[in-house]
T-cell receptor, first 111, second 115 residues
Framework: GDSVTQMEGPVTLSEEAFLTINCTYTATGYPSLFWYVQYPGEGLQLLLKATKADDKGSNKGFEATYRKETTSFHLEKGSVQVSDSAVYFCALSEGGFKTIFGAGTRLFVKA | DTGVSQDPRHKITKRGQNVTFRCDPISEHNRLYWYRQTLGQGPEFLTYFQNEAQLEKSRLLSDRFSAERPKGSFSTLEIQRTEQGDSAMYLC?????????????FGQGTRLTVV
C-alpha cells in the first residue's frame, strides 16, 4: 500500500541555518503531496502542498518540489527561526479519501 | 466558522469503560475523517464519511470502535470497553469534495488516557 517515509528527528539547528527534511513516498497512482506542521499545543496545519509532478509548494519561506522520478518531496527553508520549532509531517493523498502521514520530524531551532 | 471543533479535549477513563468523542466539521465540508495519533507517530487513518455515509474503515478500527455521522454534519466516535492500548490522540478532519485532492482541516484532537 501507499506509504510515506521521512527522516527521523529531532533536528536541531541554530537560527538562520538552512533546513532540509527529507521525505520519500510509495504510491500506486499519482498522489497529491503535503507538508503539515504541528506547533506545540496546537492542531495539525497544512503548510504547503503540490498536486502533480514538478509542482513546487511554498508557504512562510518553506518550499518543497514534487519529484516523481525520485518519489520525493523534501522540505526546505533557507533561514529558520525559533518560531519554526515544531513537528513536521510529510503526507500523501490519492483521490482525497484519506491522507497517509509519515512519522513526523521534530525541529528545534536555537536562538 | 472557526474550524474543526472536537470535544472533549481531554478524557481520562478507567479500563473497560465506554467513551464517546464528538467532532464538528467546517460547515460546508461534506467529508469527515477520524485519525488516531500515538506519541512520536504520525496520524493513522481510522475511518471516513462522505456526508452521512461511512465509506471506508481501517483495519485499525476494531469492533469496539464505532463512528457515526447521522445527519452529515457532526460525527461521534465511540470506543467500548476501553483498553490501555486505546490511549492516544484522536483527531478529526474535514474537507470539501472538490476537484483534485482536497486539503483536510484538522481539529485540535481529543487526548484519551485509559488508566
Amino acid at each position: 500500500g501507499d506509504s510515506v517515509t521521512q527522516m527521523e528527528g529531532p533536528v536541531t539547528l541554530s537560527e538562520e541555518a538552512f533546513l532540509t527534511i527529507n521525505c520519500t513516498y510509495t504510491a500506486t497512482g499519482y498522489p497529491s503531496l503535503f507538508w503539515y506542521v504541528q506547533y506545540p499545543g496546537e492542531g495539525l496545519q497544512l503548510l504547503l502542498k503540490a498536486t502533480k509532478a514538478d509542482d513546487k509548494g511554498s508557504n512562510k519561506g518553506f518550499e518543497a518540489t514534487y519529484r516523481k522520478e525520485t518519489t520525493s518531496f523534501h522540505l526546505e527553508k533557507g533561514s529558520v527561526q525559533v518560531s519554526d520549532s515544531a513537528v513536521y509531517f510529510c503526507a500523501l493523498s490519492e483521490g482525497g479519501f484519506k491522507t497517509i502521514f509519515g512519522a513526523g520530524t521534530r525541529l528545534f531551532v536555537k536562538a | 466558522d472557526t474550524g474543526v471543533s472536537q470535544d472533549p479535549r481531554h478524557k481520562i477513563t478507567k479500563r473497560g469503560q465506554n467513551v464517546t468523542f464528538r467532532c464538528d466539521p467546517i460547515s460546508e465540508h461534506n467529508r469527515l475523517y477520524w485519525y488516531r495519533q500515538t506519541l512520536g507517530q504520525g496520524p493513522e487513518f481510522l475511518t471516513y464519511f462522505q456526508n452521512e455515509a461511512q465509506l471506508e474503515k481501517s483495519r485499525l478500527l476494531s469492533d469496539r470502535f464505532s463512528a457515526e455521522r447521522p445527519k452529515g454534519s457532526f460525527s461521534t466516535l465511540e470506543i467500548q470497553r476501553t483498553e490501555q492500548g486505546d490511549s492516544a490522540m484522536y483527531l478529526c478532519a474535514s474537507s470539501f469534495d472538490g476537484q483534485g485532492d482536497p486539503e483536510a482541516f484538522f481539529g485540535q484532537g481529543t487526548r484519551l488516557t485509559v488508566v
